[in-house]
């Protein structure tokens, strides 16, 4: 099939309103694909046309390959029927876990939980990178009043902060002011031109501006503290690792006692022979 083709009917089908579910889009000897069945797991943004053009190929394909294994494998081999078996079983188990994941489990994870599993695993939480809290401005080098930017860069008053804020949405080629919060070194790195000893020095002290500029651009950075590589990870840092660590520990008893439960009732019913 033409992929000019393939567009043009697709056109027509994504923009009739009466689209009927089932529409036969591509077929090999007596099976059929339908849009339905192609667009079952499309991503939402992924392109319509070029994921439906790429599921026809595979579609295709599998067909092609299934009906010449056919000739050589028999569909009904009791070893194939009984993994077929256990895959469905499998599916119908982790599609009831998940609605009872979505319907009936508890997704609430207590600070203090939290707090204690990083207490207790700390040696899990070793930084890999160096880590920082800082603010980054980037501005033309031609740009006035420089003087007042720095100390606008270091400021703690509030007021001087939303002065900082309007000026970068102005003026700023890049910025960065939340200075709250742990990001990783390399993300500022990027952004800023300057030698390996210039990037050794700024992990020297905190609460520090450090400016560097080339034949464009200023670049003002102020560290306000920073965690070196081999440390600890700085409790903030790993919070929400930490929550989500936790949160698949929940689905995981929270299942397991569905299933003892279930298990037990089963038990104790007439329902379970072992011969």
Same mark, same amino acid.
């Given at each position: 099939?033409?992929?000019?083709?393939?567009?043009?009917?697709?056109?027509?089908?994504? +923009?009739?309103?009466?689209?009927?579910? =089932?529409?036969?889009?591509?077929?090999?000897?007596?099976?059929?694909?339908?849009?339905?069945?192609?667009?079952?797991?499309?991503? /939402?943004?992924?392109?319509?046309?070029?994921?439906?053009?790429?599921?026809?190929?595979?579609?295709?394909?599998?067909?092609?390959?299934?009906?010449?294994?056919?000739?050589?494998?028999?569909?009904?081999?009791?070893?194939?029927?009984?993994?077929?078996?256990?895959?469905?079983?499998? #599916?119908?188990?982790?599609?009831?876990?998940?609605? /009872?994941?979505?319907?009936? %489990?508890?997704?609430? !994870? /207590?600070?203090?939980?939290?707090?204690?599993?990083?207490?207790?695993?700390?040696?899990?939480? !070793?930084?890999?990178?160096?880590?920082?809290?800082?603010? %980054?401005?980037?501005?033309?080098?031609?740009?006035?009043?420089?003087?007042?930017?720095?100390?606008?860069?270091?400021?703690?008053?509030?007021?001087?902060?939303?002065?900082?804020?309007? %000026?970068?949405?102005?003026?700023?080629?890049? +910025?960065? /002011?939340?200075?709250?919060?742990?990001?990783?070194?390399?993300?500022?790195?990027?952004?800023?031109?300057?030698?390996?000893?210039?990037?050794?020095?700024?992990?020297?002290?905190?609460?520090?501006?450090?400016?560097?500029?080339?034949?464009?651009?200023?670049? #003002?950075?102020?560290?306000?503290?920073?965690?070196?590589? =081999?440390?600890?990870?700085?409790?903030?840092?790993?919070? +929400?690792?930490?929550?989500?660590?936790?949160?698949?520990?929940?689905?995981?008893?929270?299942?397991?006692?569905?299933?003892?439960?279930?298990?037990?009732?089963?038990?104790?019913?007439?329902?379970?022979?072992?011969?």
């Amino acid at each position: 099939m033409k992929k000019s083709f393939l567009y043009l009917l697709l056109l027509v089908l994504f +923009s009739c309103d009466s689209e009927e579910e =089932g529409s036969f889009i591509a077929s090999y000897k007596d099976n059929n694909l339908t849009l339905e069945e192609v667009l079952f797991n499309k991503p /939402l943004l992924v392109d319509s046309a070029t994921f439906v053009n790429k599921e026809i190929n595979r579609w295709i394909k599998n067909q092609v390959i299934l009906d010449k294994a056919k000739l050589y494998i028999d569909e009904n081999d009791k070893e194939l029927q009984l993994k077929v078996k256990r895959y469905k079983e499998l #599916l119908i188990i982790n599609k009831y876990q998940t609605e /009872l994941i979505n319907n009936e %489990f508890d997704t609430t !994870i /207590l600070k203090s939980d939290v707090e204690e599993y990083y207490k207790n695993h700390q040696e899990d939480f !070793i930084l890999h990178k160096n880590i920082v809290k800082a603010r %980054f401005v980037k501005v033309n080098n031609e740009t006035l009043n420089l003087k007042k930017i720095e100390n606008l860069v270091i400021t703690k008053d509030d007021f001087e902060m939303k002065e900082l804020s309007k %000026f970068c949405e102005m003026y700023a080629e890049n +910025s960065f /002011l939340n200075d709250s919060v742990w990001m990783y070194f390399s993300d500022f790195d990027q952004k800023i031109t300057i030698s390996e000893k210039e990037r050794k020095k700024i992990f020297s002290k905190k609460n520090k501006l450090y400016s560097f500029m080339d034949d464009h651009f200023i670049f #003002l950075f102020f560290l306000k503290d920073y965690q070196i590589k =081999g440390e600890e990870s700085p409790l903030p840092f790993v919070f +929400s690792n930490i929550r989500e660590i936790l949160r698949n520990k929940n689905k995981q008893k929270f299942l397991n006692e569905i299933e003892n439960k279930l298990y037990n009732e089963a038990l104790s019913s007439e329902h379970i022979k072992i011969l």
